[in-house]
């Protein structure tokens, strides 16, 4: 029951609808319209609060121009800055950040030659009766030459009337700037923005397609190709049953690495063993990606690969002290020397030489179950790069990252 109208209400019958068939005994006022808010609403540019995009002169403004520039002068940039809304010009004089704008800044009010309309010689320059000089004409022009020219005379006469010779009979302009429907050539660019990572020694070498190849895909110039560690880990002979009999092939894989946190490994199989080899390498150069590296000699904890029945595990080593024992020819006596040396490698000889190509110099390895050396240098590869890092750790663990490198990689900061 509605507080506002009288207990009598219930019992009468309302003389006009209602919005509901039922009446509301809820004790608030019903809402069957929009209230009205007390206080009228006011805009911000009323209150101050909006700037003007561009303001109109003010009284000093237009006195101080006055001194510059002439009354009709005056006259003109008033005209001017009635003409231009400012709203429009805030919004399209200013850089657009959309996904379809120009990469670049050009002014659109210009025409730009070969890229928005070539210039092409006008139709006027067209000579129907345009023809070649016979043999007769051109003796004539040279024999002239020779009549006018004196001893003073040096090359550049004899080059200036080499360039400057006519070869036909008519219209100049028809000769030197002949009206075409074809498009004018592109410019010819000395030097390109892209390089293939080639430098001129490599170009005055003997390069094979497959190398100029792997140069512009991967950007590295020869020398730097060249100065690589590879080595073929795996080579056996593979035999294709077809309907045709059997086919012999020969399967090789490789590994690539710049000594320095770089490793790769490629796959080749091919008749020929000599090309087999080559393209395996190639492989593993293009295939080289980043391995991370602990204080550039070990890994970043121990991890695990696994591919087929092959599993391993790398562990990583500190750097330690060893115990040389060094014989004197002459002395027969040991001088034992301790000098600062690290772990070492210590594993089998495919991942001993897959540390050397990346640059692990202390490392332990153990191979579990199957040994088998195409499986065994896959998971090994994949163990190397499922490495995590300490600054993962310790934003996953919210710690600082000394603190990590301290306590799980024994570092010295």
């Known amino acids: 029951m509605s507080a506002s109208h009288p207990f009598r209400c219930l019992f009468t019958k309302p003389g006009t609808p209602s919005r509901c068939l ?4 809820h004790p608030s006022k019903s809402l069957n319209a929009r209230p009205k808010p007390k206080f009228p609403s006011l805009k911000a540019s009323k209150l101050g609060l909006v700037e003007e995009v561009l303001p109109d002169y003010s009284k000093t403004e237009k006195e101080a121009l006055a001194e510059n520039y002439t009354p009709a002068q005056m006259a003109a940039i008033e005209a001017g800055e009635a003409a231009i809304d400012p709203h429009d010009l ?6 657009r950040e959309d996904s379809m704008r120009l990469d670049y800044l050009d002014d659109l009010s210009t025409i730009v030659p070969i890229i928005d309309k070539p210039v092409r010689a006008p139709e006027r320059n067209h000579d129907p009766n345009l023809r070649l000089k016979d043999e007769e004409e051109l003796i004539d022009d040279f024999a002239n030459l020779v009549k006018n020219s004196s001893e003073d005379d040096d090359n550049l006469d004899w080059r200036q009337f080499a360039d400057n010779q006519r070869l036909t009979v008519g219209k100049e302009e028809a000769e030197t700037n002949p009206p ?25 070498a ?14 590295y110039a020869l020398t730097t190709i060249q100065r ?4 073929v880990l795996v080579t056996h002979r593979v035999v294709n049953q077809t309907k045709l009999g059997k086919i012999q ?8 690495g710049n000594g320095r946190g770089r490793l790769g490994v490629g796959e080749a199989k091919t008749t020929d063993v000599g090309e087999g080899r080559e393209q395996s390498i190639l492989n593993a150069i293009r295939n080289m990606k980043p391995i991370p590296r602990y204080e550039d000699r070990t890994i970043f904890g121990d991890v695990r690969g696994k591919v087929g029945g092959t599993e391993l595990e790398l562990m990583t080593r500190p750097p330690g002290m060893y115990l040389s024992l060094r ?12 000098s600062i040396s690290g772990f070492g490698i210590r594993c089998q000889s495919r991942i001993y030489e897959m540390c050397r190509c990346a640059g692990i110099s202390d490392l332990a390895a153990r191979v579990t179950r199957s040994r088998n050396p195409m499986n065994t240098v896959k998971a090994a590869m994949q163990a190397l790069l499922s490495q995590q890092l300490p600054e993962d750790l310790a934003r996953a663990r919210g710690k600082k990252l000394v603190d990590v490198r301290k306590v799980y990689y024994n570092g010295n900061t």
């Open 22 to 25: 039922r009446r509301s005994f």
């Open 90 to 95: 805030a919004k399209k004089g200013a850089f």
């Open 180 to 204: 075409s429907s074809l498009a004018p050539a592109i410019p010819k660019v000395y030097k390109s923005r892209f390089s293939d990572g080639s430098t001129e020694d490599d170009e005055k």
């Open 206 to 219: 003997e390069i094979s397609s497959a190398m100029r190849r792997l140069m512009r895909q991967t950007g």
């Open 228 to 231: 690589f560690r590879v080595k």
């Open 249 to 256: 092939s020969q399967y090789f894989l490789s590994v690539a």
């Open 327 to 338: 014989l004197h020819s002459y002395i027969a006596h040991a001088l034992f020397d301790r």
